[in-house]
């Protein structure tokens, strides 16, 4: 408990913005985890994955609960072979108003969330533990009830379960200090980890571009086009394009739900040739065609 302030420890009064169960299956491919910026924790139920953060590579098996800061990258390589049932949260320690009006969707969210974590430092409060920590087995069914116990009383009605609530994460947060150890758990640094960041960086900030290729993605990330195919391919699970095309279909779903453009806009803001192009690979990526995406509430 070095690492950790206990005075801000005693005055935890965590706020829930999200409860998820995600299911992943060799023959669906999960979607990206991207920076979120809120806290968020993972327990991973059934099954195993991989994590991708600060450069190594993560082995995440029943039992093992991910602790995520606020604005952290993370990716998820795919994974075929193995199955994962996640249990999450997204959370913030402490209940702040300015903070409920930040949103998770778009550049300008994220600017001001970090102007807001610049000041609110108390949030990174767990920022020095290991990312994963693997809960003893007399733990690990403690903690799936108080997870179900949290995501039925938020489910139902948060307003009223406000107090359960806040007590159930608390007890989430209580038993991954429990059982944390000072080391990481098993992990592996991955290979020409900076130029791959690069590569995904270039895409995240020029996915808009129609002539956006291999090539131009080689350059900035400092390799031939080639190697970083392979190298993308390894280390990620799926090839430089279909990476493209996630961040581009990512992109155009924030814009459905915030903008009031029409498909032919948005395609063309994303970078896809044309309306017909766009509403393809979206079902690709989605399952689901971009009109049945907006008529079903943005739900996937």
Known sequence: ????????????????????????????DPNFDFISIHNRLTYIAEGETAYLIGGKKFTATRGTAVYIPPLTSVYLPIDKQHTCKKLGISFNFFYNKKKLLLKNTNTASFSRAREFYKKNRDEFILKNLPPLTLLAASDQLLYENTFQSVNEQFK??????????????????????????????????????????KAMACINSFYHRRDLDL????????????????????????????????????????????????????????????????????????GMRPSDFFNNGFET
């Open 1 to 28: 408990m070095k690492t950790i302030n206990l005075a801000i420890l005693n005055s935890l009064s965590p706020y829930l913005y999200k409860t998820y169960i995600i299911s992943d299956s060799p023959n669906n």
């Open 156 to 197: 139902n009605n948060p307003a009223e379960n406000m107090l359960m609530i806040k007590s159930g994460i608390i007890r989430l947060i209580a038993l991954i200090l429990r059982n944390h150890t000072p080391k990481d758990l098993k992990s592996e640094p991955i290979k020409a980890w900076k130029n791959i960041e």
């Open 215 to 286: 090539k131009a993605i080689g350059t900035a990330a400092g390799l031939s086009e080639s190697y970083l195919h392979r190298l993308f391919k390894a280390q990620i699970g799926v090839s430089v394009h279909n990476y493209l095309n996630r961040i581009r279909i990512e992109n155009a779903k924030k814009l459905m739900m915030e903008s009031g453009k029409n498909f032919t806009e948005i395609a063309s803001l994303t970078g896809f040739n044309d309306v017909y192009t766009f509403s393809r690979i979206f079902k690709k990526q989605t």
